[in-house]
């Protein structure tokens, strides 16, 4: 039986709804801190493959905890790669397009030398690194820019701020947006194809914060021009973003895989959902 942990998060969700049949772990029935508790946890469930959604994703916060982020996105993971290399099981977690330091000017595709400018990206880089060295044979999903219908995320925070008022959305930062189902489905296929190591998945075509939130009013019927462009360094955050985390695939073609579909086809789907919700 697949067993998904982090079962209430965003990806979590969207993996529960793609196999209702599978064991799931929420941080409630195993808290991926206590790291002792893993092997003897997962040997009681002894699942037929991990899919790893649990992460530490407070991404400003991680800078004042630190410790903590790497506890959950790099020691915990090191734990389940052991755990899946002795059983030799397929494991998957996932990392994101912070890994990388967003000077570059073309997407960054799995090659591309890794180098987070924030805490939170420096422990899952951690977490990649302790993955692949525990067990090779793991696949790592790196994602960005996450939305649903069904939890909190931008999409969400722009369709009801936009509701009420005029938002400023930052307009030079630039990702691929990615429908959390279609990341679900996509991941499913690459674990059924027996792809390991890294793997870049994201829906198609970059975008703009600013783009998408206009994207997101056009889609709902909310008068775009309520989107208002800004500077990064008009939005201070604790945490520094990267500017540019487009991220390609060098693989999804050799392996047969194929692309994910637009980010803009998948957004109306997202909202046809949630509107009104
Ligand atoms: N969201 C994005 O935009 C994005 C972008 C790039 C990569 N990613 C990666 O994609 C993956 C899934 O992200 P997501 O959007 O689904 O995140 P999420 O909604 O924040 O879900 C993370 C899940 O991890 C659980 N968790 C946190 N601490 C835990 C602990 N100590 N023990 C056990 N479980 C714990 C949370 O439990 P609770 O429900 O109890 O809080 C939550 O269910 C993560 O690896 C993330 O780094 C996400």
Redesign the pocket.
Known sequence: MILI??????????FRSLLPEAAV????E?????VGDIPGRLAGLTPSAII???????VDRAEEEPD?AN???AT?VQALAEYAAGAAIPLV??????VFDGTATEPYVESSPPHPINA?GRS?LA?ERAATLAYPEALI????????AT?R??VKTILSAAAERRVRVVADQSGCP?F?PD?ATATLRAVQEGVTGTLHTTNSGPTTWFELAREVCAVAGIDPDRIEPITTEEFPTRAPRPRYSVLGSERRAGLGLPELRPWRDALRVALGSSVGA
């Open positions: 942990t982090g079962a209430n998060g965003q990806v979590g969700t969207a772990l929420t941080r409630a195993l808290d991926l801190t206590s790893n959604c649990a992460a530490y994703t407070a903590l506890q959950i996105n915990a977690t996932f990392s994101t397009d912070y939170y899952k977490g999903v790196r994602t960005s820019w996450v939305f649903s939890h995320n931008f990615t959390a990341l």
